[in-house]
């Protein structure tokens, strides 16, 4: 009994180990390959923003009054302290009037009193009194005056009237904005940072905008400003990024900005697909070779290595985890993989925050590959809105579990 046991316990190995002698010796596998390629990559940072002027101001009303007069200026020019428009100041100006008669008539009786004022100490102290009474009034008047000059709306300071809102008869208060107005040169985009990231943000980083209004455009833009306090509960820092004066972009449009804060101008890449880990598989003789490396920049379709594989060599593309090293393997060259370029555009990726467990993502678009190398940096940096989401939802995950 035991020795047919035995036999049989043999006879699944030898069954088990043919069986694995042919798939991974014998028999030959067809697997997917792309070239590692010499390219600039490059790391960014992820966010988005709002175009404005680099200054600019609101005009608000003071008080809440009907509207009498607007102008029809928008994008006009003015000059600080222009008149814009008009409240109603019926009220202010009735007030003014029955100031100015009690002042009038308080003043008279100062003169009065001012001629007797030595003939007793009574007379005196009677001046003394007139006298406080008229610079009550005069104080009052001058009060009123500044009232009635909040019911006229100026320009606060030298530029264009970028906008205006509202309407004669209207009644419109401090939460009202009836006018922006700025210099429209030069514009910047206003975007948010998540907190985790703004430490590798620096002045003079340049970034990659993208917007709806003009997709597939090189939009270019500089890092002029960060500022110093973050919002607490957005969890954001508000990055200003310089925009050249030739810029399509509007004023009001809104933008999703990619910051690079990393970037080689040559590199080895290799498609992320064909990294597992710290090694990556070659063919070499038509075997399976699995090769050690250190992936240093990540792109969002490509990926830095460095180590024993140079350009133009094959490499498994998707890594092939079942394959053992010295598999026969014939190829085919995977068409999603971008083929080796000498000038290819920087492949971009927003930064992915550590310590957190890996989230699937939905594959991006090809990267473009035409002469025009700004367009494809742009075609490869839109797609960083898709890792964004995937970091919101990671932090929105790690919040609920922490409840």
């Known amino acids: 009994m035991l020795r047919s046991l035995g036999i049989a316990i043999l006879a699944l190995a030898a069954a088990g180990g043919g069986t694995y002698a042919y798939n991974n010796y014998l028999h030959v596998q067809t697997v997917t390959t792309s070239v590692a390629n010499l390219a600039p990559v490059s790391e960014a940072i992820y966010g988005t923003g709002t175009v404005e002027p680099a200054r600019w101001a609101k005009v608000v ?10 102008c029809t200026c928008e994008g006009q020019t003015v000059k600080a302290g222009q008149v814009l428009g008009r409240q109603d100041d019926a009220e202010e100006r009735s007030a003014m009037n029955e100031l100015q008669l009690s002042y009038q008539q308080a003043q008279r009786d100062l003169d009065r009193a001012e001629k007797d004022r030595t003939k007793s100490d009574a007379q005196q102290k009677e001046y003394e009194q007139r006298w406080t009474q008229a610079e009550e009034y005069k104080s009052r008047i001058s009060a009123q005056q500044v009232r009635i000059d909040q019911m006229v709306l100026r320009a606060p300071l030298d530029g264009m009237v970028l906008r205006r809102d509202g309407e004669v008869g209207e009644i419109v208060g401090p939460t009202d904005v009836l006018f922006w107005v700025g210099p429209p040169l030069p514009v910047q985009v206003v975007a948010e940072v998540n907190e985790e990231e703004i430490n590798r943000i620096a002045v003079g980083q340049k970034a990659f905008l993208r917007s709806e209004a003009f997709p597939g455009q090189a939009l270019r833009a500089s890092v002029s400003q960060i500022t110093p306090k973050g919002d607490p509960t957005r969890k954001t820092f508000r990055v200003y990024l310089l925009l050249p004066n030739d810029t399509p972009l509007r004023i009001g449009m809104s933008v999703e900005a990619n910051i690079i804060f990393r970037e080689k101008s040559s590199a080895i890449v290799v498609p992320a697909e064909a990294v597992a880990g710290d ?20 792109g969002s379709r490509n990926v830095e290595i460095i180590g024993d594989v140079s350009r133009g060599m094959a490499v498994l593309s998707p890594f092939r985890p079942d394959l053992a090293d010295g598999t026969l393997v014939k190829t085919e060259l995977n068409k999603q993989a971008p083929a080796p370029q000498d000038d290819a555009a920087p492949d971009i990726t927003p930064a992915q925050p550590t310590n957190t467990p890996a989230l699937a993502s ?9 002469a025009n190398g700004d367009d494809a940096t742009i075609s490869s940096a839109i797609t960083a809105h898709i890792d964004s989401v995937v970091n919101d939802a990671r932090r929105n995950a790690a919040k609920i579990g922490t409840r």
């Open 61 to 70: 009303p003071l008080q809440r009054r009907r509207l009498v007069d607007l």
């Open 279 to 298: 090694a990556v598989e070659t063919v070499n003789n038509g075997k399976v070779e699995r090769v050690p490396v250190r992936v240093g920049i990540r």
């Open 362 to 370: 939905a594959a991006p678009p090809p990267v473009a590959t035409g």
